[in-house]
């Protein structure tokens, strides 16, 4: 009989429970690791209320931080017990999307069809992160040894949270002297401005509402903080510019609001650089969107990952460029998971993201 284990379990909408499963068999290029920490992500929440579709009975989570238990035969370039991470999105390397540099959209390749999101497979289309042992496919591609004198909280936030936050402005191809907005402060947010300073960006506007996620935002690098509970975002950022809009504008919620507000905020050829999940189609207003002729760009991206994403950004912990650490504001064991959940989904208590420990 094989070994169990326990693991944070979809059943229906708005039931994530704890649960026994089968520690899972190692292929050959696979390679399982047992998790030290890992978190619960907004995306984890859509699974939850049931707005994402994963099947019943998935473990669900995609942000691991283990170490190696048990390598595959063909795993070259590793050793058991070494310390690891995975990123959210694991590319196997070799299919047409990753061949055209497009790791994240992974689909299998031309013999299984296309799937958009493809390389989102931890607690999506395979188990995921929420258990005491994690089967990490293609794990060539995808496990970066963490250095020695890194801790799992400040590597928490690479595999997904810190990777699509920095995508942001990598993608809205942030420059020097830039002027960025960035909607919404929660964790990807915050780090979309950490992105956008690090990129060289020398006026960085923040919008959100909530005090505390705004001080952080000072923290991450936002020079200005607009409260779009007082004033309106728009008006603000116009005046902050003298009228002249931003370079770049960041959409990290995934809502009609803010990504319009995004489109308004731009200068004439600014770049809207999109990071939210939506959950319902999308409309550009006409006037905003300058009928099409306002040289502007609009572009989407998800998580950039694989090991060499995953070396860049603890090479950028690792050198004092950034501290994610103040993102963890609570901490749970694995059995305390669906506790975890109702916090999370309701974000009670000034929470951020959870370290969950199994």
């Not at 429970?17 to 190692?26: C, R, S």
């Not at 990598?170 to 020097?176: D, M, R, Y």
């Not at 947010?189 to 950490?194: D, M, S, V, Y």
């Amino acid at each position: 009989m094989s070994q169990m284990m326990k693991a944070a379990v979809f059943v229906e909408p708005n039931r994530i429970v704890l649960d026994d499963k089968p520690v899972p068999d190692v292929g050959p290029l696979d390679a399982l690791i047992r998790v030290t920490t890992t978190t619960i992500c907004g995306t984890d929440v859509h699974i939850l209320k049931g707005e994402y579709p994963v099947a019943r009975g998935l473990t669900v989570g995609h942000e691991p931080v283990g170490v190696i238990e048990k390598l595959g035969s063909a795993v070259q370039g590793y050793v058991e017990g070494q310390r690891v991470i995975a990123g959210a999105i694991t590319p196997s390397g070799y299919s047409a999307a990753c061949l055209c540099g497009y790791h994240s959209q992974d689909g299998a390749g031309t013999r299984h069809g296309f799937k958009p999101l493809g390389g989102w497979r931890f607690g999506n289309t395979i188990d995921g992160a929420q258990a005491e042992y994690l089967l990490v496919p293609d794990a060539m591609a995808n496990l970066a040894p963490i250095p020695d004198e890194l801790s799992d909280e400040q590597v928490l936030m690479c595999p997904d949270i810190m990777s699509t936050g920095f995508s942001g402005a990598e993608s809205g191809g942030v420059k020097i002297g830039d002027t960025v907005a960035v909607f919404a402060q929660g964790p990807i947010g915050l780090c979309a401005t950490a992105g956008a300073r690090l990129m060289g960006a020398t006026t960085i506007i923040g919008v959100d509402a909530v005090p505390a996620r705004m001080e952080i935002a000072r923290q991450m690098g936002a020079d200005h903080l607009v409260d779009f509970s007082k004033s309106d975002p728009v008006a603000e950022i116009m005046r902050l510019t003298d009228g002249r809009g931003v370079d770049v504008a960041i959409e990290a919620l995934g809502r009609q609001e803010t990504f319009e507000a995004a489109l308004r905020v731009l200068r004439p050829g600014g770049t809207l650089s999109s990071l939210g999940v939506y959950s319902t189609d999308l409309k550009i207003p006409l006037d905003a969107f300058a009928a099409g002729l306002g040289d502007h760009k609009i572009i989407t991206t998800l998580c950039p990952g694989g090991q060499e994403r995953m070396r860049r950004l603890m090479a950028t912990i690792a050198a004092g460029r950034l501290d994610t650490r103040p993102l963890v504001t609570h901490r749970y064991a694995l059995d305390d998971i669906e506790a975890a959940y109702e916090l999370f989904a309701n974000q009670r208590d000034g929470v951020l993201k959870v370290a969950v420990t199994p």
